[in-house]
């Protein structure tokens, strides 16, 4: 009876076999990048059009990410841009439903992975790199990067002081042209309501308090105070004009 079962339960193994190892279908959900591995840091392998069809071949246990092909490519995407058929409905591939969906567990081994599906691609060349994790950066790139963003940042510094030079001293000599000519125009009109004043002063010198005008003897220039001798013009004078 024990090998009877043992005998059984061998050919639901075999059975089942092929159905696991059959990778199951699904769909982008969204144009989505294909990556060399599990994390958006990986480099991108192509882009996934939404509606697509991809071929699941196994998620990892601990984070949404599931091995898949396209169009020949094989690659990484985010559970959460993928889903399948299961009763009739889409669903997100997620851990719940990888049983359901006949998804195994699998587990990102990246020297095996690279070399079988990426040594013609440039960023294989940069595995050494990549072998450390998506996370690990070079400490020598780093201070290069550093530095070169330091020579921008120092670049972009002089630039500015000299554009804020350049402003200050347009708006300087914006300033003096309009203190200028505020002066002038104040001098003038200063000058000018001198002139008038001396006009009317002039006019209202030469009336005396009767109206009647005043000449002075000598053919000088009238000045600030009235000039002597004045003397009245009479109707009969011709040399006075009245």
Known sequence: MKKFILRVAAVCALLAAPALAEAAEGFATANVNMRSGPSTRYPAVSMIPAGESVEIHGCLADLP??????????????????????RRNRVYVEPRYY???????VVFQFDSYWDRNYR?????????????????VDDRRDRRDWERQRERDRRDWERDRRQEQRDWERRKREEEWRRDGEWKRERTERTERS?????EERRSWE?????????????????????VPMVRCRVDDPYCEN
């Open 65 to 86: 990410w599931c091995d898949v092909s396209f169009y020949g490519g094989r690659g990484w995407v985010a559970g959460r841009y993928v889903q399948a058929d299961y």
């Open 99 to 105: 049983r359901p969906l006949g998804i195994p567990t």
């Open 120 to 136: 013609g691609r440039d960023f294989y060349r940069d595995r050494d790199r990549w072998r450390r994790g998506p996370d690990w």
């Open 195 to 199: 002139e008038r004043s001396e006009r």
């Open 207 to 227: 009336r005396g308090s009767d109206g009647v005008r005043v000449r002075q003897d000598d053919n000088g220039f009238y000045e600030g105070a009235r000039p």
